[in-house]
């Protein structure tokens, strides 16, 4: 029988061998465990590769599928795109892990990116490792109720300034007229809607089912009035009227009502048809530039939008910036227009009752120095885009080809009453004095604008030698950057009596009125002139197949002085200061109404100064053009 003692060692060692076993099946377990699920190193890549694609990471709950799309979900739609990459996958210990994530946000618009790093908690269960994600993991701090949000940070509108600093075009007070569809029931929407239409000017059909369009709670806007034109609308009268708002606010406008058309352009916020046009670039409350220098230069005035990413509360709309990228706000954009000559030029046709224009050029530089529009019958900017036949300011070309072909301004030239050009009849003003008819020199014939002596000479020549002059003298070359512009054409192919037309500045020749001022401000600088708007661009000087000379300008400064001294501007002759230059023209056209009428035009240089008037329905250039473009070189 065993002794005590043996009995107890073999129980202890038989505890131990249990115990070894024990240990050894934890062990086992434990691997077996780990190598049926992983250290979760995998699941921790697998989650930063899920949120790289803006995707739920796999397995994850409906609530935790919930709080991504809730987090992330504006961001993502915004544009953004994230990039997660795992920093460190933590250690396993107890079943968990907590994973550090590297967040790249790469944000729309090249705004730049938004770096961040936060942690994301694995925990192992019955089916494996998978993420459990608390709003922190998303971006820093985040809270239960927050979530993630892209907004705009507007930059400070710029400016448009003139040649010496004064501000045309910027940020300008308004008023926004309307009704408020909260203050009225629904049978007084229509009557309130037509009665406010009708004191503000405005189309009552139209205004009326623009209100019963909008929501019920919606503030229905009428027409947008300048602040400092308040008194011209009847807004007393108005604020009588049930369910009435004036909104105050602020409007990129230029510096006047119909300033300088044409030129300036215009920003708009995007309409609905703008919208759904861009291709996904523009939304609800953006600027449209609408043509000339905001169209050309609207990037520096309307400078870059900065980004804002803000954790929204959704229970009480509170916001915090999580990261911020700065607006750069719009710049002045110096233009070439003199605000004072501007004024004089659009005071000079204000009294017309048809499409007129004034352009101001200065030879030297090319630079517009005024573009004034007449007030009425005015549907587009006819000074800077308009297509008319150019009359007999155009035998400022035809006497450059001339001199080209040999003719003098000495030359005698035929000047009968009337002349035929295959089989075609053309005759002389019927303003001109009939004891000038007959033989005269090229210089009397440029003076008193006689059409038979120019266009008897279509022979000497022909429409390519035309065409070159006129590109001499800069017609037809490409419209400066910030104006759309007409710079005139003359087909070098024309033949018969459409070249003997074009040699009068009528037939298939067009010019605009800035065509014609480029015209004699290269005779008055003596080398092609290109115009210019943008006062920061270069002066240009257009390269043409045939520059000018000093020859050619000397003597078409000499004949020009003399429809000034002996001719039809004679009027100019007094003017103190340096000597005027110029032509007058008269195109006949036919009006929508079949009645032939006469457009009036007139060109002049005076020293470093070139005006061009020109009145749609007019009399003789002398009479009706001349007096306008007077009364600009008198306030110069």
């Not at 907004?151 to 007070?173: C, Q």
Request: glycine share 10%; hydrophobic share 40%.
């Amino acid at each position: 029988m065993p002794s005590a003692s043996a009995t107890s060692r073999r129980r202890s060692l038989l505890l131990a061998l249990v115990a070894v076993l024990a240990i050894a099946a934890l062990v086992v377990g434990g691997l077996l465990w780990r190598d049926r699920f992983g250290s979760g190193e995998q699941e921790a890549e697998d989650l930063a590769a899920a949120l790289s694609a803006g995707e739920v990471p796999s397995g994850a709950d409906a609530d935790t599928a919930d709080m991504h799309e809730r987090i992330l979900g504006p961001l993502l739609e915004a544009g953004a795109v994230p990039e997660v990459a795992l920093a460190d996958p933590g250690s396993a210990e107890d079943g968990t892990r907590a994973a550090t994530l590297e967040w790249t946000w790469t944000l729309p618009d090249e705004a730049g990116t938004w770096e961040y790093t936060t942690q994301a908690m694995l925990r192992r269960g019955e089916n494996g490792w998978s993420a459990e994600l608390e709003p922190a993991a998303f971006a820093p701090d985040l809270t239960a109720t927050e979530h993630l949000e892209l907004t705009t940070v507007d930059p400070a509108l710029g400016s448009i300034t003139d040649r010496d600093g004064a501000v045309l075009f910027s940020e300008l007070p308004v008023i926004t007229l309307g009704l408020d569809k909260t203050q009225l029931e629904e049978g007084e929407l229509d009557p309130a809607a037509r009665e406010l239409a009708g004191l503000l000017g405005i189309d009552e059909d139209r205004y009326a089912t623009s209100v019963a369009d909008h929501g019920p709670e919606a503030f229905v806007a009428a027409l947008t009035i300048r602040e400092e034109a308040a008194g011209d609308y009847p807004l007393d009268d108005a604020g009588q009227v049930t369910g009435y708002l004036a909104v105050d606010g602020t409007r990129p406008l230029a510096v006047d009502r119909g300033y300088a058309p044409g030129v300036l352009g215009s920003l708009q916020e995007a309409s609905a048809e703008d919208i759904e046009d861009s291709d996904g670039e523009l939304e609800a409350g953006d600027l449209v530039a609408g043509g000339g220098v905001i169209g050309a230069a609207r990037d520096e005035v309307l400078g870059t939008a900065g980004l804002e990413v803000v954790a929204t509360d959704a229970d009480t709309d509170a916001e915090r910036s999580l990261h911020r990228i700065e607006p750069v706000d719009g710049t002045a954009v110096p233009i070439t227009l003199d605000d004072d000559l501007q004024r004089r030029a659009t005071a000079a046709i204000a009294e017309e009752d048809s499409p007129s224009a004034v352009i101001a050029l200065q030879p030297s530089t090319g630079d517009v120095l005024a573009a004034a529009l007449g007030p009425t019958g005015q549907s587009y900017p006819v000074g800077l885009v308009g297509r008319y036949a150019p009359g007999s300011t155009f035998k400022t070309v035809t006497a450059l080809s001339l001199l080209r072909a040999g003719i003098t301004p000495d030359t005698e030239l035929e000047c009968p009453e009337t002349a035929v050009v295959a089989g075609r009849s053309f005759k002389n003003a019927d303003s001109m004095d009939p004891s000038l008819f007959g033989t005269m020199p090229l210089r009397s014939a440029i003076a008193h604008s006689c059409n038979t002596a120019m266009l008897l000479q279509h022979e000497t020549v022909d429409q390519g030698a035309l065409a070159d002059a006129s590109t001499t003298l800069g017609i037809a070359q490409e419209a400066p950057t910030g104006l759309e512009a007409f710079m005139g054409s003359v087909d070098p192919e024309d033949t018969g009596a459409e070249h003997a037309a074009a040699m009068i500045g009528q037939g298939r020749v067009l010019a605009s009125p800035l065509t014609m001022a480029v015209v004699l401000a290269s005779v008055q600088n003596g080398e092609t002139v290109a115009p210019r708007i943008l006062a920061d661009q270069p002066s240009a000087t257009p390269e043409v197949p045939t520059p000018l000379t000093a020859e050619e300008t000397a003597q078409m400064q000499e004949m020009l002085r003399g429809v000034v001294t002996d001719g039809s501007l004679d009027e100019f002759a007094d003017l103190p200061g340096e000597p005027v230059i110029g032509k007058t023209g008269t195109a006949e056209w036919t009006n929508e109404a079949g009645e032939l009428t006469l457009h009036s035009w007139v060109i002049v240089a005076q020293g470093d100064l070139v005006v061009a008037a020109f009145v749609e329905d007019g009399s003789y250039g002398s009479v009706t053009a001349g007096p306008i473009a007077r009364e600009v070189l008198e306030g110069v």
